[in-house]
């Protein structure tokens, strides 16, 4: 176990303290500042220094309810080590309830590490992964699916590296999408530069989902319980883990004619090889296309858009191995199977 010490910002939250502050990134065009809401919980006692994200697209608020419950429940008499929460990384996106920072429409999840030379997301980034991120062992960033879209809880996590998948199946999500993600993203590039980071992918945008916002909370615990910053908490495995490394084992469906869209699957997202996913009629109802499942498989992610296009995405499909799909069809079954991506 190792010495508690004090997490450096500018000023400084030494051990056994919470300090919920605001920290600078930016100016507004009116001279006000751009700040961060931020919550150090430094532990009395010495540890892994963990951080969260939530708010990296503006729009998607799951994690940012998930950051206000994290940032209250934890007291730093019992935490070993330290969390670092940012409510709310792209406060310009939030402000206007969308994806990007304003007028140019900046990714800040793709502007990582940034550079204080750069355009206003670049220096966003670097102020943001500077003072916060880089001192940290481990993170969680926290995002929904976009607008239009909702996705099965689910973790993106690089498995082909060791730290990283400890982390991942730590988390305990039942689904992990393998794979590194985009150059400029915060887990890139925090990834690499060794702090092992992945993404947690909850629901829709715009909305707070309680039970999604619950699992999250497990999954916090389940992480800081691994790591040790919660020496006598249990860590939490799910009953089933899929873990998609392939492209061949995930398709996004598209939509081969114009019309409307109407799913056709009951209630859970498990279809099999040549079951109807959803049917697109013309406006006449005269004609009726029907989309069949190319193999067996979950669901995870839906398109809530109910017209489309030719080459529109209509929904997102990974397959599941035989041993997963009995051990889904129990959990149906027995009542126990809780994944609604459309919830
Ligand atoms: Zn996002």
């Known amino acids: 176990m190792s010495d508690p010490k004090p997490f450096r910002y500018e000023a400084e939250v030494p051990p056994g303290q919470k300090r919920h502050l605001r920290y600078e990134i930016s100016e507004t065009y009116l001279g006000d500042p751009v700040e961060i809401p931020v919550t150090v919980i430094n532990g009395e006692h010495g540890g892994p220094t963990v ?51 304003p007028i140019y ?38 995002h929904t699916s976009t607008r239009n879209r909702t996705t099965m809880y689910h973790v993106r996590a690089d498995m082909s590296r060791p730290d990283v998948a400890r982390l991942a199946r730590s988390y305990g999500s039942n689904l992990i999408l393998s794979g590194e993600a985009d ?10 530069d060794g702090t092992p980071t992945i993404t947690v ?23 800081l319980a691994e790591y040790g910053l ?12 899929r873990i998609v490394e392939n492209a061949s084992d995930k398709a996004w469906i598209r939509a081969d004619t114009g019309g409307l869209v109407e799913m056709q699957y009951d209630g ?30 979950l669901i995870i992610g839906v398109l809530q858009n109910p ?26 079954e027995a009542g126990e199977f809780s994944e609604r991506p459309w919830s």
């Open 51 to 101: 951080f969260m994200t939530a708010a990296l697209h503006g729009d998607e608020l799951n994690g940012v309810k998930v950051l206000q419950e994290v940032a209250a429940r934890y007291d730093p008499t019992r935490i070993h080590g330290t969390v670092v929460c940012i409510h709310v990384a792209n406060v310009p996106g939030y402000l206007a309830q969308q994806r990007y920072i």
């Open 230 to 241: 919660l020496p006598n908490r249990p860590v939490a495995w799910p009953g089933w883990t």
């Open 183 to 192: 150059a400029g993203s915060l887990r890139t590039v925090a990834t690499n």
């Open 201 to 223: 992918e909850m629901g829709r945008a715009h909305r707070f989902q309680l039970p999604l916002i619950e699992r999250a909370m497990e999954g916090v615990d389940s992480v």
């Open 268 to 297: 859970v997202p498990l279809v099999y090889e040549g079951d109807t996913i959803c049917t697109i009629s013309n406006h006449f109802k005269t004609r009726e296309k029907r989309v069949a499942a190319p193999f067996t498989g």
């Open 307 to 332: 017209v489309a296009a030719p080459g529109h995405p209509l929904c997102h499909l990974v397959s599941v191995d035989e041993k997963t799909l009995r051990e889904i069809e129990r959990e149906i």
């Open 105 to 142: 429409d900046l990714d800040l999840n793709r502007s990582f590490p940034g550079r204080n030379s750069s355009n206003t997301a670049e220096r966003m980034a670097n102020q943001i992964y500077e003072r916060f991120i880089r001192p940290c062992d481990i993170g969680l960033d926290f």
